[in-house]
């Protein structure tokens, strides 16, 4: 499985961006797909994740402005990120796992791909 994340950029606070996820290579018939983020000098946190079945989960910190979606025809997961936060500065990545079984723990995703840097500056 081949995951490209792309759409970062630099934006004001309380601006909005719209992350991409390519997917191309083995496909799965049940999936969870998922975005991450990680920022300097902290661990990788996981924010949000949409499965193939349609249900969608968001972490506490990005519930209410993040919203994840999905174009199956064209194998690409968005990320809508809106009232952007200079905490929401990260490199953005998005992965995927077999399976119905939703995990948080992004060390349980098997794929992931390049990330994407989304700057928001106040």
């Known amino acids: 499985v081949q995951l490209q994340a792309s759409g970062g950029g630099l934006v004001q606070a309380g601006g909005s961006l719209r992350l991409f996820c390519g997917a191309s290579?083995?496909?799965?018939?049940?999936?969870?797909m998922a975005w991450s983020r990680q920022a300097p000098g902290k661990e990788r946190e996981w924010v949000a994740g949409i499965s193939s079945g349609g249900t969608t989960y968001y972490a506490d910190s990005v519930k209410g402005r993040f919203t994840v979606s999905e174009d199956n025809a064209k194998n690409t997961v968005y990320l809508q990120m809106n009232s952007l936060t200079p905490e929401d500065t990260a490199v953005y990545y998005c992965?995927?796992?077999?399976?119905?079984?939703?995990?948080?723990?992004?060390?349980?995703?098997?794929?992931w791909g390049q990330g994407t840097q989304v700057t928001v500056s106040s």
């Open positions: 290579g083995r496909t799965f018939s049940h999936y969870v």
């Open positions: 992965g995927v796992r077999s399976g119905l079984l939703f995990r948080r723990n992004t060390n349980d995703y098997k794929y």
